[in-house]
């Protein structure tokens, strides 16, 4: 059974990061855990400027560590009601100060927006998300832009796709599934995709029935999807089981459209060895397209 004991919710205190902080917010009152804020600025001291055109240097005071903790104080009350949050501002780089923070804290999960100051395409292209998504030492939940509306809808995880390609993290992905929908009275799809291509069909072998051989491969694998979750989690948990032919994060971002996903739980690390780390992996091009929230877990997460 899954146990948040600390989340870490970083802000920049842009548009996205309200939304993650809905998100951090409600899961930390499902869980009973305890909530860190947490805005990161480059420095707290002063900061000399070179001026144009010969223009003389000028000294720049940056926001103090009260007024930031103010700003976050103001920020909490737009999504959420959380008396108990703890308030922290550091300086320093953003994505080192995170994964300090966690590992300090013991952090059980960080909560943080996929959309900062500096734009969506920046993203997993060196930025601060990229770096946490790859050191973090517990599960990371991205939220992108539109997963939560704060003035219309609630946070929820009634509907919830859980890709499973049998790897280690994707069986420890499972189990944050199933504990997040029971937690929510919900639903979990679990998804495994065949990698499979039209064209990859072969032409002519007189001795090969694609046909056939493709519905081994679906009817195995959906063997294994049924034998994965033992039936007394059945009776407290509504499971589907899903077998698709096609490329992973393609699939995997249209099943969550077409079900209405309010979160997608995969591992970060797949049957190859290949961690999120690779520019271009399944979990990477789906944390970077999905329209709902999704929780990457390790193999050696805790659960």
């Given at each position: 059974?899954?146990?948040?004991?600390?989340?870490?919710?970083?802000?920049?205190?842009?548009?996205?990061?309200?939304?993650?902080?809905?998100?951090?917010?409600?899961?930390?009152?499902?869980?009973?855990?305890?909530?860190?804020?947490?805005?990161?600025?480059?420095?707290?001291?002063?900061?000399?400027?070179?001026?144009?055109?010969?223009?003389?240097?000028?000294?720049?005071?940056?926001?103090?560590?009260?007024?930031?903790?103010?700003?976050?104080?103001?920020?909490?009350?737009?999504?959420?009601?959380?008396?108990?949050?703890?308030?922290?501002?550091?300086?320093?780089?953003?994505?080192?100060?995170?994964?300090?923070?966690?590992?300090?804290?013991?952090?059980?999960?960080?909560?943080?927006?996929?959309?900062?100051?500096?734009?969506?395409?920046?993203?997993?292209?060196?930025?601060?998300?990229?770096?946490?998504?790859?050191?973090?030492?517990?599960?990371?939940?991205?939220?992108?832009?539109?997963?939560?509306?704060?003035?219309?809808?609630?946070?929820?995880?009634?509907?919830?796709?859980?890709?499973?390609?049998?790897?280690?993290?994707?069986?420890?992905?499972?189990?944050?599934?199933?504990?997040?929908?029971?937690?929510?009275?919900?639903?979990?799809?679990?998804?495994?995709?065949?990698?499979?291509?039209?064209?990859?069909?072969?032409?002519?072998?007189?001795?090969?029935?694609?046909?056939?051989?493709?519905?081994?491969?679906?009817?195995?694998?959906?063997?294994?999807?049924?034998?994965?979750?033992?039936?007394?989690?059945?009776?407290?948990?509504?499971?589907?089981?899903?077998?698709?032919l096609g490329r992973s994060h393609r699939e995997i971002l249209h099943a969550a459209a077409a079900m209405r996903a309010n979160l997608i739980v995969m591992g970060?690390?797949?049957?190859?060895?290949?961690?999120?780390?690779?520019?271009?992996?399944?979990?990477?091009?789906?944390?970077?397209?999905?329209?709902?929230?999704?929780?990457?877990?390790?193999?050696?997460?805790?659960?």
């Open positions: 059974m899954i146990e948040f004991k600390q989340v870490l919710c970083p802000v920049d205190l842009s548009d996205s990061s309200a939304h993650s902080l809905a998100h951090a917010v409600a899961l930390a009152g499902w869980y009973g855990a305890r909530l860190s804020v947490l805005h990161v600025v480059p420095t707290f001291d002063p900061v000399n400027v070179r001026g144009d055109l010969g223009e003389p240097t000028r000294v720049v005071n940056p926001l103090s560590r009260e007024q930031v903790i103010e700003e976050l104080r103001r920020a909490l009350d737009c999504p959420a009601n959380a008396p108990n949050a703890v308030l922290v501002a550091e300086a320093g780089d953003a994505s080192t100060v995170i994964v300090d923070q966690a590992v300090t804290t013991r952090a059980d999960l960080i909560v943080m927006g996929t959309h900062g100051r500096r734009g969506f395409k920046r993203l997993l292209l060196g930025s601060v998300t990229e770096t946490v998504l790859r050191e973090a030492p517990c599960p990371v939940l991205t939220v992108p832009p539109l997963a939560h509306s704060a003035s219309t809808e609630a946070v929820t995880c009634k509907r919830i796709l859980c890709p499973i390609d049998f790897s280690p993290s994707a069986l420890q992905a499972l189990g944050f599934a199933l504990d997040l929908a029971r937690q929510a009275d919900g639903r979990v799809t679990l998804m495994h995709v065949i990698e499979w291509l039209a064209e990859d069909d072969p032409k002519a072998l007189a001795h090969f029935n694609v046909p056939e051989y493709q519905r081994h491969l679906v009817a195995d694998a959906a063997d294994r999807l049924r034998l994965l979750v033992a039936e007394e989690s059945r009776t407290w948990v509504e499971i589907d089981n899903v077998v698709v970060a690390q797949g049957r190859g060895g290949v961690e999120l780390a690779l520019f271009g992996s399944t979990t990477q091009q789906v944390v970077r397209s999905a329209a709902c929230p999704v929780l990457t877990v390790r193999g050696s997460a805790l659960i």
